[in-house]
């Protein structure tokens, strides 16, 4: 009895704990079903959530491929607006090197021209003939040939540079082009007052040789005028002469002998020309007056013989006048001829004619 006792309880413990395990067994079942649902809903929501993400992504794609086409095309638009202008400024700039390189050559043919005027500068013969040029040049561009002669000689036997051919007064004078260069040169670098002061005296001296030379050669009495001009064939030397050494510009008045230079020697040539077109004026003034008094004259003969044609025309008036009263008295006997010749009876009328003329 208590086994079977014994036996039911066992029984029905293990009945309840079967049932315990059956409930929690269909608990959990509830629970793996809410959850396997929890979880459909969070992976249909993920899903969801995907595709909009997708879909916002392939937007984003979409606006940035977009925005890199747009940045592309800035790009190379700009890249050739940077290329055109860069092929620009390297044409203008390869323009410019050309520039440059012909201002150079320019300047490399000045140098070597500078250098060569150095050296003809440097020899004094050289130099004498640079301004025998000059002086040529100018006198040639100014006045005609017939006004002047280059290397004249004079009766004393100096040769004189050039001989302007003025009638007298004043006469013809002579110019003659001088250069005293080196002491010119020691003036510039002077660099202290005692040098400035020796360059000076040894400038106004070389000067003064100049200015006695050209008096005792080229002032002939007689033969040339009482003056003779000192080509100076540099500006410099001519103004720095006149602002340090006016004692010696006026040296050279007292010895009749007058400094030029380029410019005031041309106004000089250009007063000479006035001048001999002034005296070639005159000239053709009494060829004029003397051809005047001849053309009077002639006029005198034309108007007597005028007069003696007027007497000749009257005469002929007079005698056609004669002729026509003649004419007019045949004109009349031909009239009275005829008359009779028509009338058969009529009488021959000669009482009363006039006689003959």
Known sequence: MNETFLILAAAGAILVVVLVVLLRSERARAEAAMRLARLTESAENMAAAQ????GRQQLAQT???ERLDALAKRLGDSLSEQTEKTGERLRTLHERLAVIDAAQKNITDLSE??????????NKQARGAFGEIQLNGLVSD??????????????NGKRADC???????PGPFVIDAKFPLES???LRKAKDDAALTKALREFGAAVMVHVSDIAGKYIVPGETAESALMFLPSEAVYAELHASLPDIVEKSYRAKVFIVSPTTLMATLNTVRAVLKDVRMREQA???QVEVLRMLEDVARLDKR???LEGHFNLAAKDIGQISTSAKKIAGRGEKIQDVQIGDDTPAETEGLPPPV
């Open 113 to 122: 021209q500078v250098v060569g005027l150095r050296d003809i500068l440097s």
């Open 142 to 155: 100014i006045l005609p040939l017939s006004a002047y002669q280059l290397q004249a000689s004079l009766s």
């Open 184 to 186: 010119y040169y020691a």
């Open 63 to 65: 606006g940035v491929n």
């Open 306 to 308: 005028v007069d003696s």
């Open 163 to 169: 001989l302007i051919k003025l009638p007298y007064p």
């Open 286 to 288: 009494g060829v004029i």
């Open 51 to 54: 595709a909009q993400l997708a």
